[in-house]
């Protein structure tokens, strides 16, 4: 399992299993505890985000909860050997995240130099937190810099592009370098489960909206209940 983690650039994933699991037999509770506290802590480290970006309280709290209900996030707890190091992904981009704002207030390249570490580090775990760090990375460009111009936006956005290309390199250099030492071939599994550049647009966007209408328009969708109710709250 960890080599093949490696053979689908997850270094990160494989060190980190071997370093949590060192002496250990399975306990599926104990993964359970710190898998649920980890994600706990990731909405806590988002919500600060937020509110950094000057979203009101009220706003953050409906939004944690959305957070911690939304398939997207569960769906992520339910492969038990991988689920702890996964969430603690989350956390570790989401600090990323937090980085690239505090570089943009205080202009220190160690703010941005961690960013790019911690976020190497979360891409090495699970390839799917790179779209969390592109959609997170806009919203919060929007938040900060809405009322500073379109130049502002754009020069602060390429410094989020660069964060993201570098990260994206190093993790392909360094598993390159482990496929080689450890004398690996790369496993296509990842690469495989995307549709992008192999289908028309059309069937494309057909897929995403099939998607969303699974996991957000069906009636019995938990998420859906939740949703409403957490609005119903924020209303009353």
């Given amino acids: 399992m960890v080599m093949d983690w490696i053979r689908m650039e997850r270094w990160g994933l494989a060190f980190l299993k071997i370093f949590s699991s060192f002496g250990m037999d399975l306990n599926v509770t ?7 506290s980890l994600l706990a802590v990731s909405a806590i480290i988002l919500c ?4 950094r970006a000057g979203i ?10 959305i957070y911690l209900t939304s398939p997207l996030i569960i769906e992520q707890t339910n492969f038990i050997l991988q689920s702890a190091e996964v969430v603690f ?3 570790i981009l989401y600090i990323g995240i937090l980085m690239i704002q505090l570089y943009f207030e205080s202009k220190k390249s160690c703010f941005l130099f961690t960013s790019i570490f911690l976020t ?5 775990i699970y390839q799917s937190v790179i779209m969390a760090f592109v959609v997170l990375s806009l919203i919060i460009l929007y ?9 502002e936006y754009i020069k602060k956005g390429l410094i989020c592009v660069m964060v993201l290309i570098t990260s994206l390199i190093m993790n392909k250099l360094i598993s390159y370098g482990l ?11 990842v690469d495989n489960m995307s549709i992008i550049g192999k289908v028309n647009f059309q069937d494309y966007l057909y897929a995403i909206s099939k998607l969303f209408t699974r996991y957000f328009i069906q009636y019995n969708n938990f998420f859906l209940f939740a949703l409403t ?5 924020a209303l009353l």
């Fill in 30 to 36: 104990f993964i359970n505890l710190i898998t649920y």
């Fill in 48 to 51: 600060y985000i937020f509110w």
């Fill in 56 to 65: 009101k309280k009220h706003y953050l709290l409906i939004g944690s909860f």
């Fill in 89 to 91: 992904s989350f956390c």
């Fill in 120 to 124: 190497i580090l979360a891409f090495s």
């Fill in 143 to 151: 938040l900060m810099f809405k009322d500073k111009g379109l130049l």
């Fill in 179 to 189: 496929w080689l030492i450890l004398k690996l071939k790369h496993n296509s599994y």
């Fill in 229 to 233: 109710l957490y609005q119903s709250f």
